[in-house]
């Protein structure tokens, strides 16, 4: 067992559950927020849910789901070299996915058009919606009950009037102060395997070649070293080495810059990370603009790319239609979205028909949401 840092976030000061349980007996309290994310239905559903290419795309592309294990992967090897909680981490890796609808990025935009009169929708307040309140799975309450530094943790971005009204877990954004080191390790984890992993995929779909990606310092570096050491490597095992090699030199630069900044700080508890000034998990300047450039990189030959584009669209129609259909007739919906309508006209709860229909489509996953759109609009589908 590593011994925590002295600015790591320990179970004993933290700020507790929203609802009062008797604690666990054989397992700490960030490890139960991790065990009741990995059992919740919108942890299983991102199996199904588009990480770059739709999920009926193929079967070695990645998901939402394996994105969300990558990421806590390397988000628990990061916290371990720097002595910080480890459970809390990966509790934070695992939820910060929990929201993002169907198609990916291109639901996410679909759905906040839909909802532009209504506070729009982004996937990072979505994910802490689904385990503050959308998971039903327990007799006590709704959602997951979870500690607020996960909570706080899943919530990356937040603008001031959101901030507002989400209460305490809002208020770091409104002071502008930082969140916790666990949380700012789970962010850079997410980054170095969206970016690194998204190289690979783009790569087995063809989309993206090597000859493209040498153009980038940080795939050149990795490829020069791998034709070195191994030069009558090929095929997949060449893409692997390379991109393992290229997690691994932004993971080390990671954890190099991070443990200088920390010794600078000086930092005695927990708490004074939130007065730091500015992040404390940080790549060197070195680092910055090798990681940007890659990213913008994607951006222009992958994500932007006129096959992902059409896959883009494709979704994006499917999101609004279904929006549509459902806000135009709510007897469209299935009888518990149908019940949380009635609800909320009837001023029980506070969220509105356009909110309950959002939730439910986020909650989809890619091919359930191809499936619900030919039920409603294809002529041969009539159930």
Do not use: W
Not at 307 to 334: I, S
Request: a negative charge; aromatic letters at 8%.
């Amino acid at each position: 067992m590593v011994s925590l840092a002295p600015y790591a976030t320990t179970e004993i000061l933290s700020r507790g559950r929203r609802f009062e349980e008797p604690p666990p007996r054989y397992r700490g309290e960030f490890q139960r927020d991790r065990d009741r994310i990995v059992h919740c239905g919108a942890f299983r559903r991102l199996e199904y849910k588009t990480q770059v290419f739709v999920n009926h795309e193929g079967d070695m592309f990645r998901t939402r789901l394996t994105h969300s294990i990558e990421v806590a992967q390397i988000g628990r090897s990061i916290a371990r070299a720097l002595h910080l909680n480890e459970d809390l981490t990966e509790a934070i890796a695992l939820a910060h996915d929990l929201g993002h609808p169907p198609f990916g990025h291109a639901g996410q935009e679909a759905l906040n058009r839909c909802m532009a009169e209504e506070g729009g929708f982004e996937h990072n307040l979505q994910s802490l919606r689904v385990v503050d309140f959308l998971e039903e799975r327990y007799a006590s309450f709704n959602g997951l009950n979870l500690t607020f530094e996960a909570r706080e943790g899943i919530l990356k971005h937040c603008s001031l009037a959101k901030a507002y009204q989400l209460g305490e877990v809002g208020r770091r954004f409104i002071e502008g102060s930082q969140p916790s080191l666990e949380a700012q390790v789970a962010d850079f984890a997410d980054a170095i395997a969206y970016n690194n992993h998204d190289v690979d995929d783009g790569l087995r779909c063809g989309i993206l070649t090597i000859e493209q990606l040498e153009e980038e310092p940080l795939f050149r570096r990795q490829y020069a070293e791998v034709r070195h050491a191994h030069p009558k490597l090929r095929g997949r095992r060449l893409i692997h080495e390379i991109i393992r090699r290229m997690i691994n030199a932004q993971v080390i630069d990671l954890l190099q810059q991070s443990q200088r900044l920390l010794q600078q700080a000086n930092l005695r508890h927990s708490e004074a990370v939130r007065s730091a000034g500015r992040p404390l998990i940080a790549f060197s300047e070195e680092m910055v603009p090798l990681h940007q450039s890659l990213k913008q990189f994607l951006r222009r030959e992958l994500y932007n790319h006129y096959r992902v584009h059409r896959m883009t669209t494709k979704a994006q129609q499917t999101v609004t239609a279904l929006f549509t259909a459902f806000n135009e007739d709510n007897g469209l919906l299935p009888p518990e979205a149908q019940q949380r309508v009635a609800a909320s006209r009837q001023g029980e709860v506070e969220e509105t028909t356009a909110r309950v229909i959002a939730d439910y489509i986020a909650g989809m996953t890619d091919r359930y949401a191809i499936t619900e759109h030919k039920r409603l609009f294809h002529p041969d589908e009539i159930t």
